[in-house]
């Protein structure tokens, strides 16, 4: 299991800031997203991954958090991150996001087979 917190105000400063970040941080679907508050969710849910896997320096791309059309979200893991995953025998993801506050929140559980 892997937690992390996004501060919401302090990614909104960085993007601003480097604006080539979005590309390397989010994929094509994550970028359709507008709201800072969703993309800070989707980044904590990114670090969480890394967290899970014990693997920090993967892609961002690897790890990517769709919604489904009932607006859950999914967790797609591809490259490196997969490869890490499928060496742990994570073969089911689980991710929870939220914000409030100027915070975003994910929860992340890779189940093994």
């Known amino acids: 299991m892997g937690v992390d917190v996004v501060e919401v105000a302090r990614l909104a400063a960085a993007l601003e800031r480097t604006p080539k970040l979005r590309e390397r941080l989010y994929t094509g679907e994550e970028l359709l997203v507008t709201r800072i508050e969703s993309l800070a969710a989707r980044f904590a849910a990114k670090e969480a991954v890394a967290k899970v896997l014990g693997a920090p320096g993967l892609p961002w791309t690897d790890a990517e958090v769709v919604n489904e059309d009932n607006g859950k979200p999914r967790l797609i893991v ?36």
């Open 78 to 113: 591809t490259g490196a991150a997969r490869e890490a995953a499928e060496a742990l025998g994570i073969a089911t993801w689980h991710v929870s996001l939220s914000h409030d506050g100027g915070v975003a929140t994910a929860v992340v559980i890779g189940e093994t087979a």
